[in-house]
């Protein structure tokens, strides 16, 4: 089967949700690729549209380490100059990746890399825009979000878990006790039992009371000043502080 062929193909079964089958002419597809590297624009073009619906492939998959390699693998074509129409479709998405694994630095490198007008564009800026809203902490602004592109979806729900947990460690350090009704709804879930199912699988120091009240603060077993024995301590200290004195 020919290059052209499989590259057509792969690009049907990417567009028609096919995951197994695309994964399959994926993978035929970059030893033909290796097979037959001559080093010219044409082959170069093709290799690049290849990756790039690896990538796709990747995130209709919900699979972040091979949506990782194809990235990897991708980056060479656009820093060589290879011409591409879904190149700002294909940074945006990894972006929204670095974005979700808190790769801020290489998030910032790669912004480096664009131009003006490919910062602009919708498929891009819309990652930029959410950066910039988690850095202030404003999530109701990053959740009201409007995907460009059903392909964010994935990202989103991913991104969605940061913000609870970053809501979550608001919440625990500024109050004491919370109805879980209130906390559902800063966090964003739809009902209570979805935040009892994040309580129990991310946060089971938090302690569920009278079945509607949520503890973040137990009361410390630390001993209170009054019964440190304060003058023992200050003897023992001067005392050591002569014995040093002698010593030097």
């Not at 290796?34 to 093709?46: I, M, N, V, W, Y």
């Not at 301590?233 to 014995?243: G, P």
Request: charged share 25%; hydrophobic share 45%.
């Amino acid at each position: 089967m020919s290059l052209d062929s499989l590259l057509s193909e792969l690009k049907t079964l990417v567009e028609n949700g096919d995951v197994a089958q695309g994964k399959a002419v994926l993978s035929k597809l970059k030893i033909a690729i290796l097979e037959g590297a001559d080093g010219s624009p044409e082959t170069l073009q093709k290799s690049c549209s290849a990756l790039e619906l690896g990538v796709l492939l990747a995130v209709a998959d919900n699979d972040l380490d091979a949506f990782g390699r194809n990235m990897a693998q991708l980056q060479p074509y656009y820093m060589s100059g290879v011409a591409s129409t879904r190149k700002a479709h294909i940074m945006g998405l990894n972006l929204m990746h670095l974005l979700v694994e808190n790769r801020l630095s290489e998030f910032h490198s790669e912004l480096e890399l664009l131009s003006e007008k490919e910062a602009a564009d919708p498929l891009i800026s819309f990652p930029i825009g959410l950066e910039r809203k988690l850095m202030v902490g404003i999530y109701d602004e990053v959740l009201a979000g409007k995907i460009p592109n059903p392909s964010y979806q994935l990202f989103m729900e991913h991104l969605l878990q940061t913000v609870r947990d970053s809501i979550a460690d608001c919440i625990e350090v500024s109050y004491k006790t919370l109805k879980l009704k209130d906390a559902a709804e800063m966090m964003k879930f739809s009902n209570v039992a979805e935040l009892q199912d994040y309580i129990q699988n991310f946060r089971d120091d938090w302690i569920v009371e009278a079945g509607d009240l949520l503890t973040f603060q137990p009361p410390s077993t630390i001993p209170a000043a009054t019964d440190i024995p304060s003058m023992e301590y200050i003897k023992q200290s001067l005392t050591y502080a002569t014995e040093m004195e002698r010593i030097v």
